[in-house]
């Protein structure tokens, strides 16, 4: 069985803290590189992320149910979009596939 980042059903423990944070620090970087032109729009953005976070893990909880639960996910892009490079994650079969940045 998975292990439980709130084991007691409703307390934040270290890791759920810990796992919040890494993505709000991760969303903060990305709207500055979209705002590096000026403001976006907040709703947009919002349903930018939330699309994201939902297609991630319903994705990963497929995979674990259908396959094998140590799948990694689809190879996405492991950088964030319009650093300096970024890198396909490879699979087996496949290396790292670098790609010019685009927002």
């Known amino acids: 069985m998975a292990r439980r980042l ?12 810990r796992a919040s944070n890494g993505i709000a620090v991760a969303l903060a970087d ?9 403001p976006v729009d907040l709703r ?6 939330t699309e994201a ?3 991630f893990v319903s994705g990963l909880s497929i995979r674990r149910r259908l396959g ?7 190879s996405i892009i492991r950088a964030i979009p319009g650093s300096q490079t970024r890198k396909r994650q490879a699979s087996s079969s496949d290396s790292a596939v670098d790609e010019s940045p685009r927002l």
């Open 68 to 74: 094998d639960p140590d799948t990694p996910p689809d």
């Open 53 to 55: 976070v939902s297609s």
């Open 44 to 49: 947009d953005f919002h349903y930018v992320a």
């Open 30 to 38: 990305v709207l500055a590189l979209l705002e590096s032109d000026g």
């Open 6 to 17: 709130f084991p007691d059903n409703d307390a934040w423990g270290a890791d759920a803290r």
